[in-house]
Structures are given as C-alpha cells and as structure tokens.
C-alpha cells in the first residue's frame, strides 16, 4: 500500500520559513518524479513545484520561485519543500504527490498522493 504522509506545516508570520516533509512508503521511491500542490479555501489546488526522480531538473511556480526549494534524498525516501519569504497569500494546504512518468506541472499526471498538512501565514 503507498502512503505519502506530509509534515512540518504550521503557523508562522510573513517572512517567515516553514521546510514540508513527505515521506513515502509502499513504492520504489527513486523512479518517481515528485510534485507539490497546494490549495486554499474556496480555490483549486495548484501546482508548486515538482522534481525529477534524480534530483537533477525541478520546476516552481512563478508565484514561489526564488522563495521555495524543491529537494529529495532517495535514501529516505523523502521529498522536501523549504519554503522561505513566506506570504499570507501562501496559505494553503500543502500536498505532496508521486509520478512515475516525469517531472509535470498537471495534477492528473500524478499517480499517488498525501492527505495534506496546512500552512498558515500571518500577516
């Protein structure tokens, strides 16, 4: 059974930094791209940012680029999301999905995801 289980979320000021963790089980980690999304209240969920299975091409929405990171360590089967310069507009519930194609900005490209942790930035 996979399970993508989402960490760190929390409250914290503009300006702030926040780093989501999401650990995965159930799949051979290394062979699937990972992505993040987002959603807030009364809004689709979007894209964030997604990477590769090796780490080496990643992609970011233009309204987190420069300010959020994208990484993994395929020894933990964990992805992360370091995200700094924290907006109100942020504010969201954060998921993490896997895909065993490749990196994609399409939430339908991913074959698994997490039950979400929530973010919430004060302004």
């Known amino acids: 059974q996979v399970q993508l289980v989402e960490s760190g979320g929390g409250l914290v000021q503009a300006g702030g930094s926040l780093r989501l963790s999401c650990v995965a089980s159930?799949?051979?980690?290394?062979?699937?791209?990972m992505g993040w999304f987002r959603q807030a209240p009364g809004k689709e969920r979007e894209f964030v940012a997604t990477i590769s299975w090796s780490g080496y091409t990643t992609d970011y929405a233009d309204s987190v680029k420069g300010r959020f990171t994208v990484s993994r360590d395929n020894a933990k089967n964990t992805v992360y999301l370091q995200m700094n310069s924290l907006k109100p507009e942020d504010t969201a519930v954060y998921y993490c999905?896997?895909?065993?194609?490749?990196?994609?900005?399409?939430?339908?490209?991913?074959?698994?995801w997490g039950q979400g942790t929530q973010v919430t930035v004060s302004s």
């Open positions: 159930g799949l051979t980690f290394s062979k699937y791209a």
């Open positions: 999905a896997a895909a065993i194609t490749t990196t994609s900005r399409a939430s339908r490209t991913y074959n698994y």
